[in-house]
């Protein structure tokens, strides 16, 4: 029975989730920070049905995200982490989420037709601003401490001139200019997130120290004159076709001498290990046309095409934490 239990409360855990997303979506959590509201109130406030916000709200309660006393709401110091107003705020990470939840609720046609009915219609449909700066968002949160990690373990002495493609909120170029005075950095990206980028980069006041570039890897050439290449959870996005293609123009790119790293999940040859990589190619399935999760053989394969030599895998660990390098002759 216990383990009956346990697989029953596994399949169901989809209910805690859907709550949480549908609060963030509501963003009770920023209107009950900070501020103690009635149901009724707040139900007013928002245009919601009174006795179906009265249930999430308790149900939020069990979650230990909300607290009530006398009949209103606010936020814990624990679901004050998903509210706006938070320093830290987890509300971009549980907003992209909620995006993935549309996608995986297709898994089961993708694994009978290999690919999401729904991709064609997404491709087709631009993402909004929001959307854009919540998947930032997202990704930035989760990125500061693992490119803490990654720049302090990497020795980057030796170079001058990082090119951070598909930079994201710029995260792994902040760390390794903070770690290293001497690297300059340019950050090559969409269009739409390089303002998302600058403004990360003029916090911490390395404006000076980073250039900007705006295009598309798929399309563009790269930007020349660096001696450092880092892809940072990039390579799962891209078919193995999509891989080959960047990886020759970063080969093309690179100075003489130059390396390229690479930080995603790396699988073993079994494709079981690490078990969230696993789950990613799921997430890759449902989410791109061809994207996935590769094993370090086929990584270095492409890698060898594309003219890198000397490719070793330089970290391993189970949360998209490998990195790889490779260098070019």
């Excluded at 009978?112 to 949160?141: D, R, V």
Aim: charged share 20%.
């Amino acid at each position: 029975m216990p383990a009956q239990y346990n697989m029953l409360s596994d399949v169901r855990s989809f209910m805690k989730s859907r709550v949480i997303l549908t609060a963030a979506e509501l963003d009770l959590f920023t209107k009950l920070d900070q501020n103690s509201i009635s149901a009724k109130n707040l139900a007013a406030m928002l245009n919601l049905n009174e006795r179906a916000l009265t249930r999430i709200l308790d149900c939020l309660i069990t979650f230990e995200l909300l607290k009530k006393q006398k009949n209103r709401y606010q936020t814990t110091e624990k679901g004050a982490s998903l509210s706006s107003w938070h320093p830290h705020s987890l509300l971009p990470s549980v907003q992209h989420s909620l995006r993935l939840w549309k996608n995986w609720n297709h898994l089961t046609a993708a694994i009978k037709e290999g690919t999401n009915p729904l991709l064609q219609q997404l491709s087709n449909k631009s993402a909004s601003a929001e959307e854009t700066k919540a998947f930032i968002g997202s990704m930035h949160i989760g990125a500061q401490r693992l490119a803490s990690k990654i720049s302090n373990e990497y020795d980057a002495r030796s170079f001058k001139r990082l090119l951070d493609i598909g930079a994201g909120s710029g995260a792994y170029t902040i760390a390794f200019l903070q770690k290293n005075p001497q690297l300059q950095g340019v950050i090559y990206d969409l269009a739409g997130v390089i303002a998302i980028a600058e403004e990360k980069i003029r916090k911490v006041q390395l404006q000076n120290r980073v250039t900007f570039v705006a295009g598309d890897y798929n399309k563009d050439k790269l930007p020349q004159g660096c001696d450092l290449a880092l892809l940072s959870a990039v390579i799962h996005q891209n078919s193995p076709k999509q891989n080959l293609s960047l990886f020759q123009k970063i080969y093309d790119s690179l100075e003489i001498g130059g390396r390229l790293l690479i930080r995603d999940h790396v699988m073993d040859t079994n494709r079981t290990s690490p078990p969230m990589g696993a789950l990613f190619a799921l997430n890759m399935l449902v989410s791109t046309a061809g994207g996935d999760t590769y094993t370090f053989a086929e990584i270095k394969d492409s890698l060898k095409t594309a003219g890198f030599e000397k490719v070793e895998m330089l970290m391993q660990g189970e949360r998209m934490d490998c990195l790889v390098e490779a260098r070019k002759k």
